[in-house]
């Protein structure tokens, strides 16, 4: 399972009874998880892109936040608990007509551990991080069925100026009550004008980094900005 740029998660409905029986913690990346990471997401992708874009991410500073899913098993070779690296995701920042906020892109998790609760785990618990540090919102570009229900909403992003179409599967979700305005433009390093990896023509928008639509929810407008290291899938395709 795996989600982000370029990416669609499995959709399924959360198993209680399987999450239960496995045995996992949330945590923030420390340098030791490098290599696993890069395993991690290479497994749960199977092309080297997105794992060459975690590297490229933590390398230029672009990591906004990084969580790993990790196994606490019991482990009877070393009379303790096991901490391999199941899951992992990453947030990096984006600005939209200038306001900052918040990219999900990727989130991936081994085979062996998908459809047991983690990548729901770590979403939820990235949401959390990023609410708690004020950030006032999240975009995603991941499977329609699957980001929903942590409240991402395709109609926020309608009129965003993207590289892809404003299409269910570009969604932004609301970390805070208030606009983003009030944090001033946090600039990112280059402007998206071409499709990543093929994806579409940009989508349209314009004007201030807020509206309304009808369900009274704020509307994000604006030119997308986000990291430098997204310049890297570019080659995805000869991958």
């Known amino acids: 399972m795996h989600g982000g740029i370029g990416s ?9 009874a399987q999450h239960a029986a496995m045995d996992f913690a949330i945590r923030k990346e420390v340098p030791a998880d490098v290599s696993a990471i890069r395993g991690v997401v290479d497994a749960a992708f199977g092309t080297p892109g997105e794992a060459k874009l975690v590297d490229s991410m933590r390398e230029r500073g672009d990591t906004l ?118 944090r001033g433009n946090v600039p990112t390093e280059r402007s998206i004008e071409a499709p990543i990896c093929g994806a579409g023509a940009g989508g349209a928008g314009a004007g201030g980094a807020t509206g309304e639509h009808a369900a009274g929810k704020k509307l994000l407008r604006g030119e997308l900005k986000i990291a430098t290291a997204f310049d890297e899938m570019q080659d995805c395709d000869e991958h």
């Open 65 to 182: 936040l990084s969580l790993v899913a990790v196994s606490t098993k019991a482990d009877s070779d070393t009379d303790g608990a096991s901490q391999a690296v199941i899951g992992h995701i990453a947030f990096s920042r984006c600005t939209v007509g200038g306001t900052a906020g918040a990219l999900l892109a990727p989130l991936g998790v081994l085979p062996s551990a998908q459809r047991s609760g983690v990548g729901t785990a770590l979403v939820k618990q990235g949401l959390e991080e990023l609410r708690s540090r004020g950030e006032p919102f999240v975009l995603v570009l991941g499977h329609p069925k699957y980001y929903p229900k942590f409240g991402f909403d395709s109609a926020l992003t309608s009129q965003i100026k993207a590289p892809w179409p404003s299409g269910d599967a570009f969604m932004g979700i609301h970390l805070t009550a208030t606009a983003a305005s009030a």
């Open 8 to 16: 669609a998660p499995h959709s399924r409905k959360h198993n209680r």
